[in-house]
């Protein structure tokens, strides 16, 4: 907990609930009559309403991306790093709009809601939502806030995939897209991943079906497993080796299945406190839209085909050592751009720490990525 805020830090949040009384179409034939966004805003909107960037967040992300909610909070929001005064994201030139996505376990509509039709949660009743739908409601979101074009969409990993998204739904509505560890399109490998984690949390005796919120329970074995297989992910083979190594949490072998070595422990720490923090059934969804995602294939697929109707300039960054999406990934949509004519710059990071690195304070990284907003300051003005 910190004893005095930094001074680059946008200090004291309050998160905002925004509710929408009007109906949201959703990709797999359902809608939903009504729903929620939980938001935090940073920074000033200027006159001309244009200055505003919007933060995708990642699988398990939420609108708290940066400052306090309270002097007794232990850690600030999840990319407090980038977002501030005099910080890539700079709150003193921007006004930064970070969100909870439709479907989520922090106060926006989702599986945990109150179901109108039931009376009980949604629980597995909930639909599921595809990227295309966050945009959708990202893009009623802007409506409210009276935002008609983002200065900047920025997101990284699955944020990144709903930044292109919003390039190709909205091409009007952004000036720039700023796509970080992200991919066009999952690898089956990546989908496989997905599934084993999905399964994890389905064969826990405590699912009930997707329904235990009504049996007062929580498949916390399934959720704390599935967290561990992405968390093995998210970690390059140098990350791991170098902060663990084979060291043991014992002196010796103890020849059993309990902890043996720190990785282990570290593992199952994460999975524990996953579990205490997220919801089973929001996991599902979320890990569906990433393996959905695919705006090509409405395009002869072609993604330069999809991106051709895009207006936005692009900047994209990739870490040498991310598997789950590596660099090669990153090319990819940097060659489509290129072959539709867009404007593109990118930067591509040797770095240690994985898929990860996205989250982590680079300095190559984050002088890339503040010379780029500083580009989009520049067109603020």
């Known amino acids: 907990m910190p004893e005095v805020i930094p001074a680059d830090s946008v200090g004291l949040v309050e998160p905002k609930a925004i509710r929408f009384d009007q109906s949201l179409p959703l990709n797999c034939g359902e809608q939903l009559d009504s729903f929620q966004l939980m938001i935090e805003t940073y920074g000033e909107l200027n006159p001309a309403r244009s200055n505003a960037v919007l ?18 909070d232990r850690k600030p929001g999840w990319w407090d790093n980038c977002i501030g005064p005099g910080k890539p994201i700079d709150t003193k030139r921007f006004f930064v709009v970070a969100l909870n996505n439709l479907g989520g376990c922090h106060g926006s509509t989702g599986p945990t809601s109150h179901n109108p039709r039931t009376g009980k949660a949604y629980g597995p009743d909930f639909p599921v939502v595809t990227v295309a739908d966050w945009v ?16 900047a969409v920025v997101g990284g990993s699955l944020g990144g995939m709903q930044t292109l998204q919003w390039s190709i739904a909205y091409p009007e509505r952004l000036r ?31 699912f009930f079906g997707g329904r235990y919120l009504e049996e007062n329970s929580i498949p916390r074995k399934g959720l704390g497993l599935a967290r561990m ?14 902060k663990f190594g084979r060291e043991l949490k014992n002196e010796g ?12 422990s570290y593992l199952r720490y994460q999975g524990e406190s996953f579990s205490g923090s997220f919801d089973a059934n929001t996991y599902l969804l979320m890990t569906r839209a990433l393996d959905y995602f695919d705006p090509a294939s409405e395009y002869e697929n072609s993604l330069s085909n999809a991106l051709s109707r895009s207006t936005a300039k692009f900047f994209l960054a990739s870490f040498s050592t991310d598997w789950r999406f590596s660099p090669e990934r990153s090319r990819e949509i940097v060659d489509a751009l290129m072959d539709a004519g867009k404007d593109v710059t990118y930067l591509e990071v040797d770095a240690p720490q994985g898929h990860d690195a996205f989250l982590i304070d680079i300095p190559r990284y984050m002088r890339g990525l503040a010379a780029y907003m500083n580009r989009v300051a520049q067109e603020c003005l």
Do not use: K, P
Request: aromatic share 10%; hydrophobic share 45%; with cysteine.
């Open 136 to 151: 959708s409601s990202q893009a009623m979101l802007a409506d409210y806030l009276g935002i008609e074009q983002w200065a």
């Open 253 to 264: 072998f103890s020849y059993d299945y309990n902890v043996e070595f720190q990785i282990e």
């Open 229 to 242: 297989v992405g968390h093995i992910t998210y970690l390059s083979d140098d990350a791991m080796g170098s």
């Open 55 to 72: 933060i995708c967040h990642a699988l398990s992300g939420h609108h708290h991306a940066a400052g306090y909610h309270s002097m007794e």
């Open 176 to 206: 720039h897209a700023i796509i970080i560890a992200s991919a066009a399109r999952l690898s089956a490998q990546n989908i496989a991943f997905n599934e084993v984690a999905r399964q994890a949390i389905m064969s826990d005796d405590q």
